[in-house]
């Protein structure tokens, strides 16, 4: 069972930089799927970020490349999230997730919502303009 606790979050104003970080209870698969999601007031689960543990290949939504970059510290089981020039649309309940050991290879796979077993309980994040 792997525990997700996210912090980072906050109000900023547009234009402004957060980070995001995620503690696991453990990350010792050799292959885990990470990723952050997120969800604003009225829309679906929308994927941001993902991270495929074998060879730290990255993916993003469309609307957040350029601005949102996600890392993974090993040593610390932690996995981030940094956030520049941040738009009021990023306003949103952000959650990490986790899938030690998934069924297919490849960063593909990382994105699906569906590919998690483990997620966080969330970090408001507001951005006002």
């Known amino acids: 069972q792997v525990q997700l606790v996210e912090s980072g979050g906050g109000s900023v104003q547009a234009g402004g930089s957060m980070r995001l970080s995620c503690a696991a209870s453990e990350y010792t698969y050799s292959r885990t799927c990470l990723g952050w999601f997120r969800q604003a007031p009225g829309k679906e689960r929308e994927g941001v970020a993902s991270?495929?543990?074998?060879?730290?290949?990255?993916a993003y939504a469309d609307s957040v490349k350029g601005r949102f970059t996600i890392s993974r510290d090993t040593s610390k089981n932690t996995v981030y999230l940094q956030m520049n020039n941040l738009e009021p649309e990023d306003t949103a309940m952000y959650y990490c997730?986790?899938?030690?050991?998934?069924?297919?290879?490849?960063?593909?796979?990382?994105?699906?919502?569906?590919?998690?077993?483990?997620w966080g309980q969330g970090t408001q994040v507001t951005v006002s303009s």
């Open positions: 997730a986790a899938r030690p050991n998934p069924p297919y290879t490849g960063t593909w796979y990382c994105r699906l919502d569906s590919a998690y077993d483990y």
């Open positions: 991270i495929y543990s074998v060879d730290h290949t990255t």
